[in-house]
């Protein structure tokens, strides 16, 4: 890499020799290799052809950015991989700009990162298949960890892993539609076999806001709320298994089923979850006149309160959302431990209705 010109040294520009050696090993599918120093880059870094950016550890080589830049983009391309890097922006100082921003890609690996003060978004995805972001860290964004963004009718975002990752600080500007891991869709569905496994969240507001899932997994996610504000976990669509992830200290729900009329909400599961200390443990709302709630299965989770000073009040809860024009069909409530809430342990608002079974209150 610095056989191109570049210092390190975190005052020179860097950029044009990276970007030189980025379109060198390009043409060959090759590796640009950061060794231990500060990169400052005046503008962002353009990826259109498979290639790999290593460094040496996220800790030691570092990208900056001091400006709203985009740092990487990676566009109408598949077989990048970036790796061993760390990546620091310039927020609060600038308000816009991602870290990294992919848009009509598949196989990217992004792993071993670290995405330290990004003003907007610290990874960016539109239109992405084959994509993993793994064993990274996030701290301090202006707005989400990771976005999938909506990117509009006829397109997809689909078979995305995002796992191992610890996220903190993350929507600073507590922006509605943020999140550490955010789902965005206002067409559906736009977010088809997302898998988000094993990742820790630090939430200011929402944990994980996954609107349009559908046919995807949340699995084994630790996410501790602020006590103030937002789900640690809230979801809309089909299909989808909500399983083993350990929630508490919500401002809102630990998980949150949002049901709304323009979405498919069949067939999801919530089970093996432990949510205490949020205002509710589970929750599931209707938030649209004439929305209708198909085949959801609560099952064998463990909901509770054990903190005197911000009590869960109920271990699983439905409530109207400015509507009661809607209904529950095929709902199960089965197994799950109970005891020990602070008001009781199931409350369903009317006309919310479930089969009851087995569940120890």
């Not at 003003?119 to 960016?124: F, K, W, Y």
């Not at 977010?191 to 699995?219: R, W, Y």
């Not at 929750?283 to 064998?300: E, Y």
């Not at 109207?320 to 020990?340: C, E, F, K, M, P």
């Amino acid at each position: 890499m610095r056989d191109y010109g570049a210092i390190g040294n975190g005052t020179a520009d860097d950029r044009a020799a990276i970007q030189a050696a980025i379109n060198a090993a390009s043409k060959v599918a090759g590796v640009v290799y950061l060794p231990d120093g500060t990169y400052f880059i005046g503008g962002d870094l353009a990826i259109g052809d498979p290639v790999k950016i290593q460094g040496s550890s996220a800790s030691t080589a570092t990208i900056l950015a001091r400006t709203s830049i985009d740092m990487v983009t990676v566009s109408n391309t598949s077989g990048v991989e970036i790796a061993s890097l760390g990546f620091t922006g310039a927020y609060p100082r600038a308000t816009v700009g991602y870290g990294v921003s992919a848009a009509a890609v598949s196989n990217l690996n992004i792993h071993d990162c670290v995405f330290s003060s990004i003003p907007d978004t610290a990874v960016s995805l539109s239109n992405v298949n084959q994509v993993q972001v793994a064993n990274s860290a996030f701290r301090t964004t202006g707005y989400s960890g990771v976005r999938l963004q909506d990117p509009g009718a006829g397109n997809l975002n689909q078979h995305v892993t995002i796992q191992g990752c610890t996220f903190s600080d993350i929507n600073c500007q507590l922006a509605g539609g943020h999140a550490a891991v955010q789902c965005h869709g206002t067409s559906a569905p736009v977010q088809l076999f997302i898998s988000i496994k094993n990742n820790t969240v630090a939430a200011h507001g929402v944990g994980l806001g996954l609107d349009s899932l559908d046919s995807s997994l949340v699995d084994g996610n630790q996410i501790v709320g602020n006590q103030v504000r937002g789900e640690g976990i809230a979801f809309t669509g089909a299909n989808n298994q909500i399983t083993n992830n350990r929630v508490n200290n919500c401002g809102a729900a630990g998980i949150l089923q949002w049901a709304i009329a323009n979405r498919s909400n069949d067939g999801n599961l919530i089970s093996g979850n432990t949510c205490w200390d949020n205002a509710q443990g589970i929750a599931a709302v209707c938030g649209q006149s004439g929305t209708l709630l198909r085949n959801l299965t609560v099952t064998s989770n463990r909901c509770y309160s054990q903190s005197l000073l911000h009590p869960q009040n109920y271990g699983i809860q439905s409530y109207n959302d400015g509507t009661n024009n809607y209904s529950w069909s095929g709902v199960q409530i089965a197994n799950n431990d109970l005891r020990g809430n602070a008001v009781g342990p199931i409350s369903l608002a009317p006309p919310a209705i479930a089969t009851l079974l087995n569940n120890l209150a």
